[in-house]
C-alpha cells in the first residue's frame, strides 16, 4: 500500500463512524456536514470494498471487518496524533503535557509515587496518567506501545522494545499472622498444600513458571488484579499469595500477615520503562526517559526522591 496515494482525513472519517455506527453523528463528531460524511463513507466503501456499517432495522452494525478496523483505526489514529505531537525542544518547566504508562498497581506505589513526586517538583505543567495493563497487552505490545508513552513491565514477559532498566526486587510470600499450620520457615510442601491468593495476569509469569519447575501447581482459591489487595486477601485465612518484596514492605502493617522468605531461590524482578521506537527522537519522551532513569536510582538506594527545583 502506498501512503502518498491514500488520503488520510479518511482515517478520521472512519474512526468516527466505525465509534459512532451513525453518518450524521460521526460528521458532527469531526466538524464535516452529513453530504461530506456520506461521501466519506462512500469513498470507504469503494476501498476496502465492503459496506463497513450494514443497515439492520433503525440503525447500523458493524460488518465483520468493519468491526476488525475498529481497534486498528483506534490505534493507527492515536499513532498518528503522537507523531504529528512530537517535539524538537521541550522545557519542561514550562511546557504543559501529559504522560501516559501502562502499569500495575505494584509499579505504580513502588515506581510511579516517586517519579509523580518528581514531575511535581520540577515540571508543575506536567500530567502523568496510569493506565491498568490490559489482559492481552502480550498479544498486542506493539499497537499497545505505540499509543502511550510507556509500560512499567519486568524483564521475561515481553521482548524486542527498547527499554530504560529501573530497579530490581525480589519475591516474598504472605501468610496470616495466626495461621498454625505455618512455622517460622516456609516449605515446599506448603506452597502445595495450602490455598493460594494469585494476581489475575500474566505479570508474574517468571515467577509462575519457576514455580512450576518446582513441581508445584499452585491451589488457588481466590485470584485478583490488584496486588495490594493481596494481604487483604491473606489475613485471617489459610492462604499464602507471592509478593514482590519492595511492595510488601510498602504495605506492612496494613494487615495481619507475615512477610516469609521463599523456600528456594526465587527468580529476580528486574523492572523496566518499556516504550516504543516511534518516541526515540521525540524531546519529551527524551526527558521522561531521562527523569525515569533519575527517580529509579533514588528507589533502588532506598532512597526518598531528590526533587531541586529547576534555575
Keep these: 500500500m502506498n501512503l502518498a496515494s491514500l488520503d488520510l482525513n479518511l482515517v478520521v472519517a472512519l474512526r468516527a463512524l466505525l465509534q459512532e455506527r451513525n453518518v450524521t453523528r460521526a460528521g458532527q463528531r469531526i466538524g464535516?456536514?452529513?453530504?461530506?460524511?456520506?461521501?466519506?463513507l462512500a469513498r470507504l466503501r469503494r476501498?476496502?470494498?465492503?459496506?463497513?456499517l450494514a443497515r439492520v432495522g433503525g440503525g447500523y452494525e458493524l460488518t465483520a471487518l468493519g468491526q476488525a478496523l475498529l481497534d486498528r483505526t483506534t490505534t493507527a489514529c492515536d499513532l498518528l496524533e503522537r507523531v504529528f505531537a512530537?517535539?524538537?525542544?521541550?522545557?519542561?518547566s514550562r511546557e504543559e503535557h501529559e504522560f501516559t504508562l501502562i502499569a500495575s498497581d505494584y509499579a505504580v506505589?513502588?515506581?510511579g509515587t516517586e517519579l509523580a513526586r518528581t514531575l511535581q517538583a520540577?515540571?508543575?505543567?506536567?500530567?502523568?496518567?496510569?493506565?491498568?495493563?490490559p489482559n492481552e497487552f502480550i498479544d498486542s505490545t506493539g499497537s499497545l506501545l505505540s499509543t502511550v508513552d510507556g509500560l512499567l513491565l519486568p524483564h521475561g514477559i515481553i521482548r524486542g522494545f527498547p527499554t530504560v532498566e529501573l530497579y530490581q526486587d525480589s519475591w516474598v510470600f504472605l501468610v496470616a499472622d495466626d495461621n498454625p499450620e505455618v512455622g517460622e520457615q516456609l516449605t515446599l510442601d506448603d506452597l502445595a498444600r495450602l490455598p493460594w491468593v494469585t494476581y489475575q495476569r500474566a505479570y508474574d509469569a517468571p515467577a509462575a513458571r519457576q514455580i512450576a519447575t518446582l513441581g508445584i501447581e499452585p491451589r488457588v482459591a481466590v485470584s485478583v488484579d490488584s496486588f495490594q489487595l493481596m494481604p487483604l486477601l491473606v489475613a485471617g485465612t489459610r492462604r499464602v499469595?507471592?509478593?514482590?518484596?519492595?511492595l510488601a514492605d510498602e504495605l506492612d502493617g496494613l494487615a495481619h500477615v507475615r512477610i516469609m522468605e521463599p523456600p528456594y531461590d526465587a527468580v529476580p524482578i528486574q523492572q523496566a520503562l518499556w516504550w516504543h521506537p516511534v518516541h526515540m527522537h521525540d524531546a519529551a519522551h527524551m526527558w521522561l526517559r531521562e527523569t525515569a532513569a533519575r527517580v529509579a536510582e533514588a528507589v533502588e538506594a532506598g532512597r526518598p526522591t531528590i526533587c531541586s527545583q529547576p534555575s
Excluded: T
Excluded at 86 to 92: G, I, L, N, T, V
Design 122 to 133: 520540577e515540571a508543575p505543567g506536567i500530567r502523568l496518567r496510569f493506565k491498568q495493563v
Design 109 to 111: 506505589a513502588v515506581f
Design 47 to 52: 476501498h476496502f470494498d465492503d459496506d463497513l
Design 86 to 92: 512530537s517535539q524538537a525542544e521541550f522545557d519542561p
Design 32 to 40: 464535516l456536514s452529513q453530504p461530506a460524511m456520506s461521501a466519506a
Design 241 to 246: 499469595a507471592l509478593l514482590q518484596r519492595r
